[in-house]
């Protein structure tokens, strides 16, 4: 059996080589319009993409696969994620795509695919794609005028301005941002215009970093993975906050006024327990995954807000939010879903309302983030095959360290679905205990 081509997010990889290559787009345009189309034939998909030098190749491939599938195409340029799942479904699309992966080096990009609701699409419809690329194309019907079925394609151009007015909409009424500097960091990508623009209009004072893409430098000492960058800037200009997005702007990372560093966890946190206080968050919980520390979960629970936990990948937490009827989620990596406002993870909607905060309360960045302390945690990704964990010397790695950690703490191991990695972590209230498994079980899967 041929490995599976939709990860955890979508199909990605190194450009211009498979699965991320122009034939295979071609392909899936074509599969994903005979899934998607209307009865007798049309419909209409929105393609959006981030700034990666091999966007236009696979923007063109998919176009064309679309099109000969009978689809008319809406090329959006260079827009965030969110903004593809929040246009798909304002536009009336049938599907929308994002060409993005998202935190990576430019080298490398992705397909993601949203539903005519704006959400990705589930395992079952990715399964059911790619089922389509591998059957045979149905033969032509009697009478098919295939010059009739031929798909249209235009750019619009007010993609971005529509994503902005939804993001300012999402920013309680009544309030400005007027009097804070907000140093922003879109880690030369998709919202290289729209996140300062929005939060200009908000009335912050703006220092812009990451906006200036070529094709090439995508993520490249930018961003929300490098957010060195950001903290330098925020201590530089006296900022009251530093926002880090991502290359997609579907993940964010604060920095505080002092610079440090604030995760998902605590984003989340924050909005969950504001939101409960204001009689807003629905079904009583926050949706994380098995990721997200330990300590977020007891300092929920001291509120009375509950956490359900999923597996990795921000597609899973909105999976479990729909079916809990949730309307806060994310990860510890700073994917925020808020469901009130969008379909995915949004960096900049989670941003907002963490300013939202301070400008209410006047409280620095560095009280308002800082909610609690984290119980000692260590992630690392081990360059090693899926296979890798079956051999006998690291199950018995794996077992002595779920044993060590037994009553106090926890390990996950787990195969990634977007790199050839493995990522191992361990979180316990006692930090050497942390180092050691991590590094026990590390080093049995690098062993080889």
């Known amino acids: 059996m041929s490995p599976r081509l939709f990860g955890t997010d979508g199909v990605r990889g190194p450009a211009n080589v498979h699965p991320m290559t122009a034939e295979v787009a071609l392909a899936l345009g074509r599969a994903a319009a005979r899934r998607f189309r209307r009865e007798g034939g049309s419909g209409r998909v929105v393609i959006g993409k981030d700034t990666r030098l091999s966007g236009y190749m696979l923007e063109s491939a998919l176009q064309a696969g679309f099109t000969s599938g009978g689809m008319d195409v809406m090329l959006l340029g260079p827009v965030p994620t969110p903004a593809v799942g929040m246009l798909t479904r304002s536009m009336r699309a049938d599907v929308g795509v994002m060409l993005s992966a998202s935190h990576n080096p430019w080298a490398d990009n992705g397909i993601k695919l949203f539903g005519p609701d704006g959400y990705k699409l589930s395992d079952a419809e990715e399964d059911a794609i790619e089922a389509e690329i591998a059957a045979p194309s149905p033969p032509t019907a009697p009478g098919w005028d295939l010059a009739g079925r031929v798909g249209r394609a235009r750019r619009i151009d007010g993609g971005v301005a529509r994503y902005i007015e939804v993001v300012k909409a999402s920013f309680p009424k009544g309030l400005r941002l007027d009097g804070l500097k907000v140093a922003i960091d879109c880690a030369n990508g998709a919202a290289y215009r729209a996140a300062p623009e929005a939060l200009w209009e908000l009335g912050a004072e703006v220092v812009r970093i990451g906006v200036s893409p070529n094709g090439l430098n995508i993520n490249d000492g930018v961003g929300s993975t490098a957010p060195q960058a950001c903290a330098a800037a925020v201590l530089e200009h006296g900022a009251d906050i530093g926002v880090a997005l991502d290359g997609d702007a579907d993940r964010v990372m604060l920095i505080d006024e002092t610079g440090r560093l604030v ?69 510890q990596s700073g994917h925020v879903i808020l469901s009130d406002f969008a379909t995915t993870g949004d960096g900049l909607l989670a941003a907002l309302q963490a300013l939202a905060v301070i400008a209410e309360t006047g409280r620095p960045a560095s009280e308002t983030l800082a909610l609690f302390e984290p119980l000692p945690q260590k992630l690392v990704n081990v360059a090693a095959p899926r296979e890798a964990l079956e051999r006998a010397p690291v199950r018995a790695a794996i077992a002595a360290a779920e044993a060590a950690l037994d009553g106090h703490g926890r390990l996950l191991i787990r195969p990634s679905g977007t790199e050839p990695v493995i990522r191992v972590m361990a979180e316990a209230e006692d930090r050497a205990m942390v180092e050691e498994t991590v590094g026990a079980v590390a080093a049995a899967l690098s062993a080889g």
Request: glycine residues 18%.
């Open 263 to 331: 995760d998902g966890d605590q984003i989340m946190g924050l909005i969950a327990a504001r939101w409960a206080e204001a009689g807003r968050l629905s079904g009583g919980a926050l949706v994380a995954t098995v990721m997200s520390n330990l300590g977020l979960e007891r300092w929920l629970g001291a509120k009375g807000v509950g956490m359900i936990r999923t597996r990795v990948g921000d597609r899973y937490v909105v999976e479990a939010m729909r079916a809990q009827g949730c309307n806060v989620g994310g990860e």
